[in-house]
């Protein structure tokens, strides 16, 4: 789906340096995500926004924090990366109209290494 | 949170072949149940889902069935076709979030031979 954009696609970075990953929608959708998958665990939530005003920690938040500067983007950060911060992430949006629980629509994920 | 058990965890089938995903859940209030693929390198994409009124949905080939007196629900797969090789990933709205967001399974990796 061209509509959910991530960059970059691949990073790989020492321990240690702050990274930023970026998703940008043309959506015009209000909710977003950010997800890692790592092999065998599926699909795990780090925050979520609801608004450009509210953001929200998910299941996996430490070690990370997030931007929303626009409707449109949202932002992921790794302050100091850990080598256990090695996973595929993944942003994703979603439109409330349809009800509490929605469609969510990925974008084509990051892949991070970290050495 | 949400505790959703996704089983199993690989499946192989021949071409040809019906495949059964199952997921278990333990909260009863939970309303919406969806099923998403994610195909080799590819983003996850919502395939089909359920809401707790009905108790079985169709689309094609696939078909998600709901129990709710046993907590658990299928995703159903019949005449598979090697394109059907992928990892399927049920989900649960989260509790924590008002059931606003999506807890997913760990997922399977479904294999289908030629």
């Known amino acids: 789906d061209a509509d959910v954009t991530q960059t970059p696609r691949n990073r790989i970075t020492k321990t240690g340096k702050r990274i930023m990953l970026e998703c940008s929608q043309t959506?015009?959708?209000?909710?977003m995500y950010w997800y890692r998958q790592d092999p065998g665990l599926g699909l795990r939530l780090i925050y979520y926004s609801f608004d450009v005003k509210d953001i929200n920690k998910g299941e996996i938040s430490d070690g990370y924090s997030v931007s929303r500067q626009a409707q449109a983007k949202f932002s992921l950060s790794l302050e100091s990366a850990i080598p256990n911060q090695t996973a595929l992430y993944f942003c994703?949006?979603?439109?409330?109209?349809?009800?509490?629980?929605?469609?969510?629509?990925f974008g084509p994920g990051t892949r991070l290494t970290v050495l | 949170g949400e505790n959703v058990e996704q089983h199993p965890s690989t499946l192989s089938v021949q071409e040809g072949d019906s495949a059964v995903i199952k997921c278990t859940y333990s909260d009863s209030a939970s309303n919406y149940f969806p099923w998403y693929k994610q195909e080799l390198g590819k983003r996850p994409q919502l395939i089909i889902d359920?809401?707790?009124?009905?108790g079985e949905k169709k689309d094609q080939r696939i078909a998600v069935t709901l129990n709710k007196t046993a907590k658990h629900f299928s995703l159903h797969i019949t005449e598979t076709q090697p394109e059907d090789s992928a990892v399927y990933f049920c989900?649960?709205?989260?509790?924590?979030?008002?059931?606003?967001?999506?807890?997913f399974g760990k997922g399977t990796m479904l294999l289908v031979s030629p």
């Open positions: 959506k015009g959708h209000d909710r």
């Open positions: 994703a949006t979603s439109d409330p109209s349809g009800g509490p629980t929605d469609t969510q629509y």
């Open positions: 989900a649960l709205p989260h509790p924590h979030s008002g059931y606003s967001t999506l807890t």
């Open positions: 359920i809401r707790s009124n009905v």
